[in-house]
C-alpha cells in the first residue's frame, strides 16, 4: 500500500513519498511570492457568480484522524454508544472497517491526512480523495435528500452556500459507521452539516456537525483545517493491494 503522507487504515504510520508523475507541476492559477513560492495568504479566489472557489488540493491536518472531538471536552454519548466506543479503545480497533479496505465515509475521509480534490461542476461539486481511491458527488441542482435511501458508507449528500459558506447536509448512512480510528460510534440515523469555509488562498475550515440521536443525547460539532496543495497531485491508492494491515488487526 503507497503512501503520500502518513494513515493507513486504522493505524497512523510514517512513510516517504512515493515518486510519481507531476508531484512537481506547477499548479495554475496559483497566487506567487517573490521566490515563486504558493503565497498561501493571498485573497480567496472567485467563481464567475462570486463564490469562493473552493476547488483545488487539499490535505487535512493530521491530528483528528485518531480522535475527531480532540478538541471537545465531552461527547455527549447514549450509553450504548459509550460502552461500545470504551470497547473499540480497549481492542485497539481492531474491528475498524478500514482495516479491510472499506471507505471511511463522512466525515472521517476528510480527516484522513492524504489530501483530496474538489471540483466544481455543473450542478454538483465533486470531491475525489487519494485515500482508498474514493469520491463524493454533492448535489448542488436543488433535490432533496433521498427520504428511503440505499444506505451507504459515504451517504447521500447536498449542497448549497449560505453567504461565504458552502453547507452539505448528508445522511442515508450504513449502521457501521466509525467517525474515526478511534471508533466514535455512528447508525443509520447520523446526519452530517459540514460547512466549508475558505478563509484566504491556502486556508479552509470544514465545521462539521454530528447529529445521531440513537448515538448522542446532543448534535455536537468539530472544525477540521485544511490547507491547499499546489505544485503536486493525487497518487493512486489501492487499499487491497499487499495489504498487510489484517494481520496485524489483533486489538486485546
Known amino acids: 500500500m503507497k503512501a503520500h503522507w502518513l494513515?493507513?487504515?486504522?493505524?497512523?504510520?510514517?512513510?516517504?513519498?512515493?515518486s510519481a508523475q507531476w508531484l512537481t507541476q506547477p499548479t495554475a492559477g496559483v497566487p506567487r511570492n517573490a521566490?515563486?513560492?504558493?503565497?498561501l495568504s493571498a485573497p480567496v479566489p472567485l467563481t464567475s457568480d462570486g463564490h469562493a472557489d473552493l476547488s483545488?488540493?487539499?490535505?487535512?491536518n493530521a491530528g483528528y484522524i485518531?480522535?475527531?472531538?480532540?478538541?471537545?471536552?465531552?461527547?455527549?454519548?447514549?450509553p450504548w454508544s459509550e460502552e461500545l466506543y470504551k470497547h473499540r479503545r480497549e481492542t485497539q480497533s481492531k474491528d475498524d472497517p478500514t482495516g479491510r479496505c472499506v471507505v471511511g465515509g463522512v466525515p472521517r475521509s476528510n480527516a484522513v491526512p492524504y489530501p483530496f480534490k474538489i471540483l466544481h461542476v455543473p450542478n454538483m461539486t465533486v470531491i475525489l480523495y487519494e485515500a482508498v481511491h474514493s469520491y463524493r458527488q454533492i448535489f448542488t441542482d436543488g433535490r432533496p435528500l433521498p427520504t428511503d435511501p440505499n444506505p451507504a458508507w459515504f451517504g447521500y449528500s447536498v449542497g448549497k452556500w449560505e453567504g461565504k459558506d458552502?453547507?452539505?447536509?448528508?445522511?442515508?448512512f450504513n449502521?457501521?459507521?466509525?467517525?474515526?480510528?478511534?471508533?466514535?460510534?455512528?447508525?443509520?440515523?447520523?446526519r452530517v452539516t459540514e460547512r466549508f469555509r475558505r478563509?484566504?488562498?491556502?486556508?479552509?475550515?470544514?465545521?462539521?456537525?454530528?447529529?445521531?440521536?440513537?448515538?448522542?443525547?446532543?448534535?455536537w460539532t468539530i472544525t477540521l483545517p485544511l490547507t491547499y496543495m499546489a505544485d503536486t497531485e493525487l497518487l493512486e491508492y489501492m487499499c487491497t493491494e499487499n495489504n498487510r494491515d489484517l494481520e496485524h488487526l489483533v486489538g486485546k
Open 56 to 60: 483545488g488540493l487539499w490535505m487535512p
Open 66 to 78: 485518531g480522535n475527531i472531538a480532540r478538541d471537545l471536552k465531552s461527547v455527549p454519548f447514549q
Open 35 to 39: 521566490d515563486g513560492t504558493p503565497n
Open 7 to 18: 494513515v493507513v487504515a486504522a493505524f497512523v504510520a510514517l512513510a516517504g513519498p512515493a
Open 166 to 172: 458552502f453547507v452539505v447536509t448528508t445522511s442515508g
Open 199 to 219: 478563509k484566504d488562498f491556502g486556508h479552509m475550515d470544514i465545521e462539521i456537525t454530528m447529529d445521531d440521536p440513537k448515538t448522542y443525547t446532543a448534535p
Open 175 to 190: 449502521d457501521n459507521v466509525w467517525l474515526d480510528n478511534f471508533g466514535h460510534p455512528a447508525t443509520d440515523q447520523l
